[in-house]
């Protein structure tokens, strides 16, 4: 099983990358931020709470997206593994991603960091809000404060992944295509 975190503050291109990967590499695509987002378009309990978070650009509760991810790796049990995309977004996600995969005889292969200057972020996000009307991408402000929780909470996260010896960063600025090129060269080094 090959599981891959594929990490970097909003915007970076997780889940434009994520899309590629998972048909390159034949593994399951498991986004934090699409999870969330389901939820919040069938207006569930947790979707209502979590919306109230993500339109001021604030994390979601750990114990919340830990259960979701728990709840989506037991649904996929032949899965030939995974792509994390915007998980984990804090320590003890981290940690908690590590316990969920180790009581399944499995871990974590390796981080994948895509790595951009903040005003490159600041522009994709709010062109993408434009288009996709999402609402936590289309101010300024709000984007901000999503990069501070990013540098505050997630930013420690590659730490703990450097500290294991599994941290690739990719320079996440250029063509789509380069970056894709960049991040499968990393896979398959992971594989071989
Ligand atoms: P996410 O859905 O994870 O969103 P994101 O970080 O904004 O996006 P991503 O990084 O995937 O976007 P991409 O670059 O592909 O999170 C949203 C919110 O959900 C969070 O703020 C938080 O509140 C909550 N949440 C999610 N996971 C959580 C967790 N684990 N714990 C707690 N809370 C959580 O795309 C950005 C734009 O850039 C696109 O328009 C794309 O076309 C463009 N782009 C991508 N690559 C490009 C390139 N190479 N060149 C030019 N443009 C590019």
Redesign the pocket.
Known sequence: MLNIVLY???????????EKLVKAFNLVHL????L??DEISRATELGLK?KA??DN??????E??IGMIDNKISANPSAGGFIF??????IP?AEALDALLASRNEKVNGMIA?EVPEQ?LRE??L??GK??GRP??QNPELIQK?IE?YQNKTAPVAGYYRNQGKYAGID?????EE?FNLISQEINKLQA
């Open positions: 970097g503050p909003p915007g970076a291109g997780k889940g434009t990358q994520s986004s934090t931020g699409d969330l987002r979590a978070l993500m650009g604030i994390l979601v509760p750990d919340v997206v995309d915007g998980f984990p977004r804090t996600q895509l490159i994709r996000l062109s993408r288009i996709s936590d991408d999503r929780e996440g600025v250029g063509e789509i970056i």
